[in-house]
Nanobody, 124 residues
Framework: QVQLVESGGGLVQAGGSLLLSCAPS????????MGWFRQAPGNEREFVAA????????NYADSVKGRFTISRDNAKNMVYLQMSSLKPEDTALYYC?????????????????WGKGTLITVSV
């Protein structure tokens, strides 16, 4: 059974930083493109960042470019999202995603597995 378990969410002040982690299990991790999405109340789930199987290629939503960094450790079966300079508009439920598609595919929500999400709240 495939599981993606996110952790690291919480409450942070604007301008602060957080590190999200995702621990996938039940899949061949190094074969998957991994991504992060977020969904704010009343909004659709939106793409945040993605990383290819080797970690050699990444892609970001314009809204987070320069502030967020996605990375992965294939030896530990972990994917991370380092978030800095957080803004109140970053407040959302953040989801880890695993896809057998490319970065282009995962950006278009071609996702095989979703985590349950971890909540980030950025206060003013």
């Amino acid at each position: 059974q495939v599981q993606l378990v996110e952790s690291g969410g919480g409450l942070v002040q604007a301008g602060g930083s957080l590190l999200l982690s995702c621990a996938p299990s039940g899949l061949t991790f190094s074969s998957y493109t991994m991504g992060w999405f977020r969904q704010a109340p009343g909004n659709e789930r939106e793409f945040v960042a993605a990383i290819n199987w080797s970690g050699g290629s990444t892609n970001y939503a314009d809204s987070v470019k320069g502030r967020f960094t996605i990375s992965r450790d294939n030896a530990k079966n972990m994917v991370y999202l380092q978030m800095s300079s957080l803004k109140p508009e970053d407040t959302a439920l953040y989801y880890c995603a695993a896809s057998t598609a490319s970065i282009f595919g995962i950006k278009n929500k071609i996702v095989n597995h979703w985590g349950k999400g971890t909540l980030i709240t950025v206060s003013v």
